[in-house]
T-cell receptor, first 109, second 112 residues
Framework: SQQGEEDPQALSIQEGENATMNCSYKTSINNLQWYRQNSGRGLVHLILIRSNEREKHSGRLRVTLDTSKKSSSLLITASRAADTASYFCATDNDYKLSFGAGTTVTVRA | DVKVTQSSRYLVKRTGEKVFLECVQDMDHENMFWYRQDPGLGLRLIYFSYDVKMKEKGDIPEGYSVSREKKERFSLILESASTNQTSMYLC???????????FGSGTRLTVV
């Protein structure tokens, strides 16, 4: 069942700006993961945050998790054209992942 | 790097045909998964497997079956293809429960 819901559905930003997208989910989770998909190809794992963590960084990515609000956010700083992609959050609550419908990010040069 | 290889990038099949989608991973991962991806619906889990010869139904197993005879290979079978099974099919694997997934490049299946 689809658990995560990303917001917004689409985002257009200028190169160099930050991009923020949010994910809300319904039930308790073991961890939450973010993935990127370029041009309808396979998904690439970006970052995993466990239910007892509140914030995690990886390069230009920053993920937060608020289990009391059942929400997460992904921040991409100093965006580049190569960041143009769809981004999905996925919740792990029974050792298998449930994905949202994704946020499409377009970075304009 | 772990690699997940899906045998076909694009596939066109006729209604009623039996279709096999193959997926192979090369890093001894325990878990393997099949999803389908449709616009506006995200990824939906069809079947998954935690071990050889073991399979579990996901959220939308109807019309599909799977086979895992060897640890590295997980096959998705469309018993009698229908037009509503036209979709992008994504295979994934993970080392263990609670780990990130590695996805294949996907198979875009069109049933005519």
């Amino acid at each position: 069942s689809q658990q995560g819901e990303e917001d917004p559905q689409a985002l257009s930003i200028q190169e160099g700006e930050n991009a923020t997208m949010n994910c809300s989910y319904k039930t308790s989770i073991n961890n939450l993961q973010w993935y990127r998909q370029n041009s309808g190809r396979g998904l690439v794992h970006l970052i995993l945050i466990r239910s007892n963590e509140r914030e995690k960084h990886s390069g230009r990515l920053r993920v937060t998790l608020d289990t009391s609000k059942k929400s997460s956010s992904l921040l991409i700083t100093a965006s580049r054209a190569a960041d143009t992609a769809s981004y999905f959050c996925a919740t792990d609550n029974d050792y298998k992942l449930s994905f949202g419908a994704g946020t499409t990010v377009t970075v304009r040069a | 790097d772990v690699k997940v290889t899906q045998s076909s990038r694009y596939l066109v099949k006729r209604t009623g045909e039996k279709v096999f989608l193959e997926c192979v991973q090369d890093m001894d991962h325990e878990n393997m998964f099949w999803y389908r991806q449709d616009p506006g619906l995200g990824l939906r889990l069809i079947y998954f497997s935690y071990d050889v010869k073991m399979k579990e139904k996901g959220d939308i197993p109807e019309g599909y079956s799977v086979s895992r005879e060897k640890k590295e290979r997980f096959s998705l079978i469309l018993e009698s293809a229908s037009t509503n099974q036209t979709s992008m099919y994504l295979c994934a694997s993970s080392l263990g429960s609670g780990d990130g997934y590695t996805f294949g490049s996907g198979t875009r299946l069109t049933v005519v």
